[in-house]
Nanobody, 122 residues
Framework: QVQLVESGGGLVQAGGSLRLSCAASDRTFGNDAMAWFRQAPEKEREFVAAGNWKGDSTYYSDSVKGRFTISRDNAKNTVYLQRNSLKPEDTAVYYC???????????????WGQGTQVTVSS
């Protein structure tokens, strides 16, 4: 069974940086798009960033553009989310996802990780 495992979450102060990782097991995702979403308490899950299978095209939500960077290492079957200049409003559970197209919509992504908590203190 395919598994996506996120890591790198935790507590960080506002203005700090943190890198999340998402490793895929049991399958090679070399031709798939990968993305990150997040869900804050009592809010709906929202799109954060996505990248195509080559890693040369990326797409970000307006709230993270210029602060977050999505990247991937296909040899390691891993996608990363480097997050800089973190703000308290970035506090959420972050999920990685894999699917056939690069999009901000959740439905095309058919594999999801279990999520990792990120808390940004002010």
């Amino acid at each position: 069974q395919v598994q996506l495992v996120e890591s790198g979450g935790g507590l960080v102060q506002a203005g700090g940086s943190l890198r999340l990782s998402c490793a895929a097991s049991d399958r090679t995702f070399g031709n798939d798009a990968m993305a990150w979403f997040r869900q804050a308490p009592e809010k709906e899950r929202e799109f954060v960033a996505a990248g195509n299978w080559k890693g040369d095209s990326t797409y970000y939500s307006d709230s993270v553009k210029g602060r977050f960077t999505i990247s991937r290492d296909n040899a390691k079957n891993t996608v990363y989310l480097q997050r800089n200049s973190l703000k308290p409003e970035d506090t959420a559970v972050y999920y990685c996802a894999v699917g056939p197209i690069m999009t901000r919509r959740m439905s095309p992504y058919n594999y999801w990780g279990q999520g990792t908590q990120v808390t940004v203190s002010s």
